[in-house]
Every structure is written in structure tokens, then in C-alpha cells.
């Protein structure tokens, strides 16, 4: 025998070898996953609040400009300024 047909016994006898196993083996069971839980109205109530602005944020909105790295620009809405101020 030569040493590539040994090989290939080796390979198929293990090949045989996973294949008894997987069949006396029950196959895993998924884990059981908690259904999506609803918020809660306090919760909703303080994400109004976040998303809520006001009217001082409103006079003083900034440009808003993102940058390569997802940095955002700091200066005013609409500036004229040729280049922008990352923060």
C-alpha cells in the first residue's frame, strides 16, 4: 500500500467514524428565544422628551456635516465658511 492509499483509509475511516457518530447523536436543539417585549410607557414617554428639541435647540442648529471618520461639524446651519469644524 502506498502512503497516499493510507491516507485516504485514514480519511475514510474517519469519515465513517463522524458519520455513526452524527447519526447516534440527537441534533442540537435551538434555544428558546424570549418573544420582542413592548416598552413601557415610561419609556416611551422619556424618548419623547429625547427627540423633543425644544425651542433654544431650534435657534442654534448646527451644520450637521460628517466627516470620513463620522465626526459632525460644530458650526451653524447653513454657515458660509468654506471648511467645517469636527468635534
Known amino acids: ?3 497516499m492509499d493510507g491516507l485516504r483509509a485514514m480519511r475514510e475511516a474517519k469519515y465513517a467514524a463522524a458519520q455513526k457518530a452524527a447519526k ?3 441534533p442540537a436543539a435551538r434555544p428558546k428565544v424570549a418573544p420582542d ?3 413601557s410607557k415610561a419609556a416611551a414617554a422619556a424618548k419623547a422628551l429625547a427627540s423633543d ?3 433654544a435647540a431650534a ?3 448646527l451644520c450637521g456635516h ?3 471618520s463620522g465626526r459632525t461639524c460644530t458650526r451653524e446651519a447653513g ?3 468654506k471648511s467645517h469644524r469636527y468635534s
Open 24 to 26: 447516534a447523536s440527537k
Open 79 to 81: 454657515h458660509a465658511a
Open 53 to 55: 428639541p425644544g425651542p
Open 66 to 68: 460628517r466627516n470620513m
Open 1 to 3: 500500500m502506498s502512503k
Open 37 to 39: 417585549a413592548k416598552p
Open 59 to 61: 435657534s442654534e442648529e
